[in-house]
């Protein structure tokens, strides 16, 4: 297994630079695994028409933090630029900046002014360019810091709020969980009234998600973890929906992360919290979930690995170059693909038409 076995072409007019309104009007990719069929949905919100009653869906309700900071040193009053990447404890996060020359250890950087302000101090250098930093006065991140688009995003965010899935309710990542950005609170309601129903995971979002993988094996790839809770009631959803034969469809790869972890690290879906670093790659046996809700990702990170380890790696580049040939959206504010097709019994259209709107 090569890292340069995950790369493809992307022409760069196909990464979006902002989100469709409203949020479900995206387009939907539906990938068969077992026929190894393509299909295409004019619009998200037919998603609804490949579930089926008593499948779960399951969500990661993290919110992004305002983690770019733009302020000045207290030495000499030059500017600086912070990104936290990984909320390690209060107070304490792993992060990148620049000018990296002058972020050595003691360093002092201030951001805001006046009552609300942050105060950082650099403690250690811990690699990769990454610090570990100290905040005073955290609580202020809302009013002091902006949303940390991806840098491939270069069109300014009238409202943040768009990069914040309609259920984001637990502060801590720095990066939105991008396949649930399409869910709008009409089409959980949809959902729910079909007899779908709806789970919740945390897992905050840091350098482990987006990190590229450098080395052309990529089992040389380290992750580090991401923090994580799946709460009791998740855990006896799923233990439901297995018994009753249904489908666990997770939505992103970040909940696909926690799932797997905990069942790897337990032998079963049970409560738990922690640090998630289960790396999957292709040839991993999954063990909880049944269907992925995804976005299209960039080439050579893990995000594509997971998802080729989940398909299968031909599968997923050939609909990778048909949704390219398609002109479909890529990246965060693009359009998402569901893998596993419709549940058995429902109805399909011929191979390779869009579906009309329902």
């Avoid at 983690?67 to 390690?88: I, N, P, S």
């Avoid at 000018?99 to 951001?111: E, I, K, S, V, W």
């Avoid at 809770?229 to 939505?251: C, F, S, Y």
């Avoid at 997971?306 to 299968?312: D, E, K, N, P, S």
Wanted: charged share 25%.
């Amino acid at each position: 297994m090569r890292t340069s076995e995950f790369d493809y072409y992307l022409p760069p007019h196909l990464i979006a630079q902002e989100p469709v309104e409203p949020r479900d009007h995206s387009r939907l990719m539906v990938v068969e695994r077992a026929t190894g069929r393509i299909r295409h949905r004019r619009y998200f919100y037919e998603i609804a028409e490949e579930l089926a009653p008593g499948d779960l869906l399951v969500f990661n309700d993290t919110r992004v933090v305002p983690a770019r900071l733009y302020g000045k040193r207290a030495d000499t009053g030059g500017a600086v630029e912070l990104l936290l990447l990984q909320r390690l404890e209060p107070g304490r996060w792993h992060a990148i900046g620049r000018p990296g020359r002058h972020l050595r250890p003691g360093a002092l950087l201030l951001f805001g002014e006046g009552e609300h302000h942050v105060r950082v101090t650099v403690q250690k250098d811990v690699g990769e360019g990454v610090r570990e930093v100290l905040l005073e006065g955290e609580e202020y991140l809302e009013q002091v810091g902006r949303v940390p688009l991806p840098p491939y995003i270069h069109k300014p965010l009238t409202d943040p709020e768009r990069y914040q899935t309609v259920f984001a309710r637990q502060p801590g990542s720095v990066a939105a969980p991008t396949a649930a950005l399409h869910f709008t609170p009409t089409l959980m309601e949809r959902l729910t009234s079909k007899g779908v129903h709806i789970a919740f995971v945390t897992l905050h979002i840091g350098l482990d998600t987006f990190r590229p993988v450098r080395t052309e094996n990529p089992r040389e790839h380290k992750l580090h973890g991401e923090p994580f809770t799946l709460p009791p009631e998740t855990a006896q959803i799923i233990a439901k929906t297995k018994e009753n034969g249904r489908r666990v469809v997770a939505v992103g790869t970040t909940v696909v992360r926690v799932l797997e972890h905990v069942a790897t690290a337990y032998g079963q879906v049970r409560p738990a919290s922690g640090w998630a670093d289960l790396y999957i790659l292709p040839g991993y046996q999954f063990k909880v979930v049944d269907a992925l809700v995804t976005n299209f990702h960039l080439p050579r990170t893990t995000l594509l690995m997971l998802v080729c380890a989940f398909a299968g790696r031909d599968l997923v580049l050939r609909a990778y170059q048909e949704a390219v040939q398609e002109g479909y959206r890529f990246y965060s504010f693009g359009d998402a693909m569901f893998l596993d097709g419709a549940p058995q019994g429902a109805p399909h259209p011929p191979e390779g038409e869009h579906c009309q709107p329902p």
